[in-house]
């Protein structure tokens, strides 16, 4: 399933470390394939285990502590909304429920053209800017009021053609 071509990307981050601490390239090796596939998979985890001699469990639980690593195919844009205590003070659950509405899918859900996947995250550590929504794991996107997210969405939609 992994390529050469990303197991040779995988011995060049293991080679950053001592060899008895190869384990700790595990993230980068998560990262590498997430590139490759689009998501990590049950069975790419299995392989970054066995080639970092680790037990697979170990690595399921970096792959699903992090949000920035998808167990499943996402759409093209994945929009994470900040959840955590602080953020819902401020608005951060019904910028979610707007963009729900907006998109016509539930947190969790992609849409139907494969666009959107909008997905709640823990504290981005931008609080006082909430709410808070951040693009495809890169561009974080603050103070999102409903305007701000339609502005957000749409602009998508127009530059992708499927407005």
């Known amino acids: ?30 990262t590498i394939v997430q590139d490759e596939l689009g998501y990590v998979s049950a069975d790419s985890e299995k392989e970054v285990a ?6 697979p469990m170990a690595v399921h639980e970096v792959t ?25 003070l401020r608005d951060g659950q019904k910028a979610l429920h707007h963009l729900e509405q907006k998109l016509g899918i539930h947190m969790g859900e992609t849409t139907a053209d494969g666009l959107f996947t909008l997905q709640q995250s823990e504290c981005l550590g931008a609080c006082a800017d909430s709410p808070v929504v951040l693009v495809n794991d890169l561009k974080m996107c603050s103070f999102m009021s409903n305007e701000k ?5 749409d ?7 499927k407005a």
Do not use: H, W
């Open 64 to 88: 699903s502590f992090y949000n920035m690593y998808n167990q499943r195919p996402v759409g093209k844009f994945k929009l994470n909304v900040c959840t955590n205590l602080p953020c819902q």
């Open 155 to 161: 602009g998508i939609r127009a530059a992708e053609g």
């Open 149 to 153: 997210l339609d502005q957000l969405v």
């Open 50 to 55: 066995e080639y970092l001699g680790m037990a």
């Open 1 to 30: 399933m992994i390529s050469v071509a990303t197991k040779e990307r995988f011995a060049k981050e293991v080679a950053k470390y001592p060899a008895d601490q190869k384990q700790s390239a595990v993230m980068a090796c998560l």
